[in-house]
């Protein structure tokens, strides 16, 4: 199928500083000894310098990203590695959420 009639299923349009955040956490999860997360990395952003388009206007300077369905859940996977080596603060989410779900699903809605 040619390019342009090829559709991505997520665009993201991002300031500059977000961009520059961006890049700085898959740099974090090419360097963070993973080899799972060190390869979808870099292949995110390899497809990220070739493809990114740059452009400004009275608000301020963006970058306009497209990601497959596929590459989105990677990116959003890297992400939330990056930000949990800084943001840890003890708490077991998961537990208490699943707990939560399950007593919804206890409950007599009749």
């Known amino acids: 199928m040619p390019r342009n009639y090829v ?4 665009c993201l349009e991002i300031s500059a500083d977000c961009f520059n955040a961006l890049i700085a956490a898959l740099n974090e999860n ?3 000894g993973n080899d799972c997360a060190a390869e979808r990395a870099g292949a995110l952003l390899a497809k990220i310098n070739k493809y990114t388009q740059f452009y400004s206007d009275d608000e301020g300077e963006y970058a306009e990203l497209r990601f497959f369905e596929s590459e989105a859940r990677h990116l959003i996977w890297l992400l939330i590695r990056a930000f949990a080596l800084h943001s840890s603060d003890g708490e077991d989410y998961y537990h208490m959420a699943n707990d ?3 007593n919804l ?3 007599d809605y009749s």
């Open 30 to 32: 090419i360097s963070s």
């Open 100 to 102: 939560a779900f399950s």
């Open 7 to 10: 559709k991505h299923a997520v």
């Open 105 to 107: 699903q206890g409950e």
